[in-house]
């Protein structure tokens, strides 16, 4: 009975607490708050109210002041062998003050250890310290990585024509610049009736398997290529049919994306 009166407590103090976070700085909050124990929210609300406090006079700074405008070699002057040592350095340096850098791809020692000193550094954050919260970083946010973009963006073209989903094919088609598997400029309705004819002569797809051969980029166009394969069953008949073999995408930039202008799938045209 204790237990449950005290809950009944932290319960009440919360919903309060909730109340003038909204009152006072707009707050809004979704979550169902038995989901976790009334302690721990809480906590959480304690949080918030910290950061809403110091985020409404913070002034702004950059990542190096945040860090204690720590002393570090300039790049340029390292040696390939004290690189990596340097980068280990620095990298345990910004962990301390809650600082995190990510890379989601392999980045050399020298380019992650440039990128920190002379491009992050300089980033100006809000100047929020809150025990627990950290600063994230991610290296692609700065230097996107273009072909695992462009293959992402010609995957998702690929994974809706296998899934009978022509509208998720048209939202990846460009609006001005298409062709078809030939070569032939052709207009988007040209390209809507073209898949909506193949997914709807399929009643089901068996199977389908798409793996990325390569992605290559000249300017602002991208060619990528998978190895493609499936299976299905024909609509109406039910009969069995297939293909496989390399499908090629052309794709061109459009914003910080890419968008398909041509298709080439096995069996798409040729059964």
């Not at 040696?79 to 340096?93: A, K, N, S």
């Not at 100006?124 to 963006?153: K, L, N, Q, R």
């Not at 009969?239 to 052309?250: K, V």
Request: hydrophobic share 35%.
């Amino acid at each position: 009975m204790p237990d449950e009166t005290q809950d009944r407590i932290q319960r009440a103090l919360n919903e309060r607490k909730r109340k003038d976070l909204e009152e006072k700085y707009g707050a809004r909050f979704s979550f169902d708050e038995s989901d976790a124990p009334p302690e721990i929210i809480g906590e959480w609300l304690d949080t918030v109210e910290e950061f809403e406090r110091q985020f409404k006079t913070a002034g702004r700074t950059t990542v190096r002041a945040y860090a204690g405008n720590p002393h570090f070699a300039p790049p340029s002057t390292l040696t390939p062998p004290c690189v990596r040592g340097e980068l280990r350095r620095l990298i345990d340096h910004l962990d301390a003050h809650a600082i995190a850098v990510h890379f989601d791809r392999t980045v050399p020692p020298a380019e992650a250890f440039r990128f920190i000193v002379e491009e992050l550094f300089d980033m100006e954050i809000d100047d929020v310290h809150i025990p627990g919260m950290t600063h994230s970083f991610v290296y692609e946010d700065f230097h996107p990585d273009e072909e695992a973009c462009a293959t992402m963006f010609a995957g998702h073209f690929l994974y809706a024509l296998f899934g009978k989903d022509a509208a998720g094919c048209m939202q990846r088609a460009d609006r001005e610049e298409l062709y078809s598997s030939s070569g032939r400029h052709i207009t988007r309705d040209e390209m809507r009736r073209e898949i909506e004819r193949f997914v709807s002569e399929i009643a089901v797809f068996t199977g389908s398997d798409v793996t990325e051969k390569g992605c290559t980029i000249e300017g602002d166009s991208a060619t990528v290529r998978f190895a493609v394969s499936w299976s299905a069953l024909r609509a109406g008949t039910l009969s069995s049919l297939g293909a496989s073999g390399t499908a090629t995408i052309l794709l061109k930039r459009s914003g910080i994306g890419w968008n398909v202008v041509r298709v080439e799938c096995p069996g798409w045209e040729t059964w």
